[in-house]
């Protein structure tokens, strides 16, 4: 599904990785860690098409639907629970098209966007959209509140259920336990692990990315290593992996 052949990343003047070669299949979950700095984010941007790569390929299907959790809340007037359901941008577009045809008496196509309404589960968007907002921790009578008066904590949870609301083939959540309390973290977990799609996670959180991933990405030295298995299975299979190359470099020096 996500593709990367040969590929290199140079940020300035700083080279990130590069022949860099590995597929995330539909179904994968991916812990993407590394040192700070060796660019997990910038995969991240690059996969969203904010920049290219500078060699290699990048591939994904174009009818791929990506979600990434935004880092900013604006701070508006708009209340919790609207704003959480607009990360759904395709339904808003159906509901704001059938406003349209209302006003302009458009019966004809009323018909098929009311279908269409239905086929997108429109009609439990309002109920989906609430119950992210209380696994995250929000109170009914927050949900009425405008985003202006969360505290900027608050207003990332916001963007991670905006985020969560959204239908994706691909998930990309950069440290989403940051501002979150034990409960929230737990409710995150049992979440992604329903999630049916592809997902790539950055987080320094290892009992979560041992919860939550069943592969991980490492980055360093300028590679990115794919490893099978949760983060403790990493551990162990990179610890193997150097005390190998150690090994064979000792008998090196001794021959």
Same mark, same amino acid.
């Given at each position: ?7 290199? /990343? ?41 920049? #290219? ?49 209302? /006003? ?13 309404? #239905? ?43 905006? !985020? ?6 691909? /998930? ?50 300028? !590679? ?20 190998? /190359? ?10």
């Amino acid at each position: 599904m996500l593709s990367f052949n040969n590929l290199s /990343l140079r940020r300035g003047s700083s080279l990130l990785f590069e022949n860099v070669s590995f597929t995330v299949h539909k179904d994968n979950k991916v812990g993407l860690v590394g040192a700070n700095g060796t660019g997990k984010t910038s995969l991240f941007k690059m996969i969203q098409g904010e920049f #290219e790569s500078d060699e290699g390929t990048f591939k994904y299907p174009p009818d791929l639907k990506i979600a990434c959790l935004a880092q900013e809340v604006p701070g508006t007037d708009e209340q919790a629970l609207p704003y959480v359901m607009g990360g759904d941008k395709k339904l808003m577009e159906i509901e704001k098209a059938i406003l349209e045809a209302e /006003l302009n008496e458009d019966y004809g196509s009323l018909g098929e966007l009311h279908a269409e309404f #239905e086929d997108h589960d429109g009609f439990t968007a309002k109920s989906r959209a609430e119950k992210l907002l209380v696994g995250l921790g929000f109170s009914e009578e927050e949900f009425v509140k405008p985003l202006k008066d969360f505290s900027g904590g608050w207003r990332v949870r916001l963007n991670l259920a905006r !985020t969560l609301m959204q239908p994706a083939d691909l /998930l990309l959540l950069d440290e989403p336990t940051n501002h979150l309390d034990l409960d929230a973290i737990i409710w995150l977990g049992n979440w992604i692990k329903s999630f049916r799609g592809a997902m790539l996670l950055i987080s320094h959180d290892r009992e979560f990315l041992d919860e939550c991933v069943g592969y991980v990405a490492h980055i360093h030295s300028g !590679t990115i290593e794919l490893y099978k298995g949760n983060y403790s299975q990493f551990e162990i299979l990179k610890a193997a992996k150097l005390a190998e /190359l150690e090994s064979n470099y000792s008998k090196q020096q001794r021959e």
